[in-house]
């Protein structure tokens, strides 16, 4: 008899993952002006742009999550794109035990890759304090694969974030992209688990 394949439920905790209504729970650092684009979306119908005027250093944009303590284990991935200037993208997490106070802490930065017109997706994971309650995962551009600046008016595209959280490797899920839009396949049904468009979600068996 052949052993029975276990298919778990899992849940994309980016709470805007795609900008499909809005730019709502994402950040950027000082200088930078993000816009929704309809110009070659990775999903969907629109993406988000970022541009920085200036020249500077460790010029992100980022999502921001709140979560319920108990998870202690991460992965995300993202997908980035060029416009102008920056040819590198890398990621980082921050994380700390409150939902709205505190000083963040940051993991490990994720390898760097190239980025160019095409979508290139990010990924990184590693452990968490299983006090978390707040997430930040930042999405940078750089001009070199080790540097850290950006060169003046560099902008780039992204779309299509997934978090997943366990509270080890081997229990979290790997973080393909889906959500609540997500047409049915294979072992999955996908829903919202919120309003459409700014709520985690969920793929049920």
Known sequence: MKPVREV???TNYAQNPSFETNELNWVNASGGVRAQITTNPYVGSK????????????KYVGQNTIIAPGKSYIKASVAVRQ?????????????????TTGALTYGP???SIPIGEGWNVLTIGH????TTQHLVVIVYAT????????????????DAMN????????NTPEPTYFDGDTPPAGDYTYSWDG???ASTSTAKP
Do not use: N
């Open 47 to 58: 993406c988000l742009q970022v541009t920085f005027a200036a020249a500077g250093t460790f």
């Open 143 to 158: 001009d070199t694969a080790e540097g850290s600046t950006v060169v003046a008016g560099s902008s780039w595209a992204i």
């Open 127 to 130: 452990s968490i304090p299983a």
């Open 109 to 111: 930065l994720s390898a």
């Open 83 to 99: 416009i102008t200037g920056a040819g590198f993208a890398k990621m980082r997490v921050g994380y700390r035990d409150h939902p």
């Open 8 to 10: 778990k439920p899992k």
């Open 163 to 170: 978090i997943s959280l366990g509270t080890t490797d081997a």
């Open 195 to 197: 309003a459409p468009g």
